[in-house]
T-cell receptor, first 110, second 114 residues
Framework: DAKTTQPNSMESNEEEPVHLPCNHSTISGTDYIHWYRQLPSQGPEYVIH???SNVNNRMASLAIAEDRKSSTLILHRATLRDAAVYYCILRPYNDYKLSFGAGTTVTVRA | DAGITQSPRHKVTETGTPVTLRCHQT?????MYWYRQDPGHGLRLIHY???????DKGEVSDGYSVSRSKTEDFLLTLESATSSQTSVYFC?????????????FGQGTRLTVV
């Protein structure tokens, strides 16, 4: 399985943007890039996913490098509620599995 | 929010007793999953189901069995609970296996085996 590499932790100030990097140098052409987050004492929550083009939704934006070997999750204005562990996951187009790594712990300072 | 309900939310049980956790969905999604989450190991897949009565093993399936008799319900059974099965268990659902679809998770069941 293709692997992802994320920083262990990041800090941000409230109402500032947060850019979460993810490296996936062994990504295959049919792997989708998924982001999930897990708030304290809750189950993982879907954030966004994409294949090749940048994606936006109400929660975040996903910027995918042209060679697809890295991506960045962008939280446009961090709130205290965004403090969570963020997981970058590669999901093949025909695979049932969703394999989680350690993720990035995001702390938001008021 | 996706309609996923896990029950019970918390359970304490004794070593050697059978335990069944239930995942109920109202989304009519075909695929359902059971994960466990432990410190230092992240989320690991136990079993999954790709339809009624169709199930398969994940990466940490030893000591667990599952059943799915209805689309909406996916049961996880610990045949004889051990302390190593103390964990937080999450159910997930997905409309498809494809990477182009997202998965939705329940709130978790915290199981303690004493």
């Amino acid at each position: 399985d293709a692997k992802t590499t994320q920083p262990n932790s990041m800090e941000s100030n409230e109402e500032e943007p947060v850019h979460l990097p993810c490296n996936h140098s062994t990504i295959s052409g049919t792997d989708y890039i998924h982001w999930y987050r897990q708030l304290p004492s809750q189950g993982p929550e879907y954030v966004i996913h994409g294949l090749t083009s940048n994606v936006n939704n109400r929660m975040a934006s996903l910027a995918i490098a042209e060679d697809r070997k890295s991506s960045t999750l962008i939280l446009h204005r961090a709130t205290l509620r965004d403090a969570a562990v963020y997981y970058c996951i590669l999901r093949p187009y025909n695979d049932y599995k969703l394999s989680f790594g350690a993720g990035t712990t995001v702390t938001v300072r008021a | 929010d996706a309609g996923i309900t896990q029950s019970p939310r918390h359970k304490v049980t004794e070593t050697g007793t059978p335990v069944t956790l239930r995942c109920h969905q109202t989304e009519n999604h075909r695929y359902m999953y059971w994960y466990r989450q432990d410190p230092g190991h992240g989320l690991r897949l136990i079993h999954y189901s790709y339809g009624v009565k169709d199930t398969d093993k994940g990466e940490v399936s030893d000591g667990y069995s599952v059943s799915r008799s209805k689309t909406e319900d996916f049961l996880l059974t610990l045949e004889s609970a051990t302390s190593s099965q103390t964990s937080v268990y999450f159910c997930a659902i997905s409309e498809s296996t494809g990477g182009y679809t997202e998965a939705f998770f329940g709130q978790g069941t915290r199981l303690t085996v004493v």
